[in-house]
């Protein structure tokens, strides 16, 4: 949904923007082309991979920045460039398309690979090293929570028994374990069925839903007012979490409802613009399959309120 968000942002000549997942640098492209030269536009990506991709396609683009860092550095960064305010930022959650087509990374199982899954490469543990080492009741967990997957404790007991045959190390050999402890009468009908099972290791190597609601909450605070941020996000986990903050910085008073007069003095940060999530139209879903689980929020900052 590029337009989508670009509208949403309300691009300002001249402002100061973040892209604080910059990916294969779509959503930046269309920013950097409405916020002009004397604007500026910082990129954060987490993956050495996209922040190489970017300066590649943006070279000698002298209003972009480009840091290799995951979004819950941003105080950090902006504070490193001296940035007190911004105009708007955008969040593209999960894992971009470029990362599912590169088998090496081990984030898809449609092409064997090295089952990884980190975002940064250079550091954590793997996908491999959860499959053969976590306690298979915390793997049934996690595959449970994070994947929302009602066959969690088969899998868990199936990837149990093969890995005392020896280490899992690729995605093909994972992917034939899930799909086996799955009945093929049950198997999802639009999506394979170890996607959910490869989605909560992925969350959970790159430690995703925890990070999502502080860093919300920095943006929020650096935004100037009238700027905007607005979230994409592929999970309902994920959209959960960014639905709840928004709610809760747009809420004002926050007194007990028996209390005849407000005394907290608490006022709303934000106004949410997206009373619904915002959904990919059938158009993109066509081009985009991946799209069709996307959910874009959006709001825009009416008070100041204390930096974290």
């Known amino acids: 949904m590029p337009q989508e968000a670009i509208t949403l942002l309300d691009i300002k000549k001249g402002g100061v923007y973040v892209d604080a997942t910059i990916g294969g640098g779509g959503h930046a492209q269309k920013v950097l082309e409405k916020v002009g030269s004397n604007g500026l536009l910082i990129g954060l990506d987490q993956d050495q991979s996209a922040i190489e991709h970017c300066q590649e396609l943006f070279q000698g683009k002298r209003n972009l920045?480009?840091?290799?860092?995951?979004?819950?550095?941003?105080?950090?960064?902006?504070?490193?460039?001296?940035?007190?305010?911004?105009?708007g930022i955008l969040f593209d959650l999960g894992v971009s398309s470029r990362q599912l087509d590169e088998p090496e990374r081990g984030f898809s199982f449609k092409q064997d690979g090295p089952l990884d899954m980190r975002m940064d490469r250079s550091h954590g543990v793997t996908a491999a090293d959860l499959v053969n080492s976590m306690d298979l009741k915390d793997l049934e967990q996690i595959i449970e929570d994070y994947g929302e997957e009602r066959w969690a404790r088969k899998i868990a007991g199936n990837i149990g028994e093969a890995r005392d045959l020896g280490r899992i190390e690729s995605t093909a050999s994972l992917a034939r374990i899930v799909a086996g402890s799955i009945p093929r009468s049950k198997w999802p009908e639009n999506i394979h069925p170890a996607t959910r099972t490869f989605q909560a290791l992925r969350i959970t190597v790159n430690n995703e839903l925890s990070i999502i609601k502080p860093a919300l909450s920095t943006a929020i605070r650096y935004l100037k007012i009238r700027g905007r941020i607005?979230?994409?996000?592929?999970?309902?986990?994920?959209?959960r979490i960014v639905k709840n903050t928004l709610i809760e910085f747009s809420k004002g008073c926050i007194c007990p409802p028996k209390l005849p007069v407000c005394v907290c003095g608490h006022a709303a940060e934000i106004s949410i613009l997206t009373k619904k999530p915002l959904l990919a139209q059938d158009e993109e879903v066509a081009q985009n399959p991946r799209s069709r689980s996307a959910k874009m929020r959006a709001a825009e900052r009416i008070a100041n309120g204390a930096k974290n």
């Open 65 to 87: 920045i480009l840091e290799q860092a995951n979004f819950r550095d941003l105080s950090r960064i902006l504070d490193q460039r001296k940035v007190k305010e911004i105009d």
């Open 230 to 239: 607005v979230v994409i996000s592929f999970h309902s986990l994920e959209d």
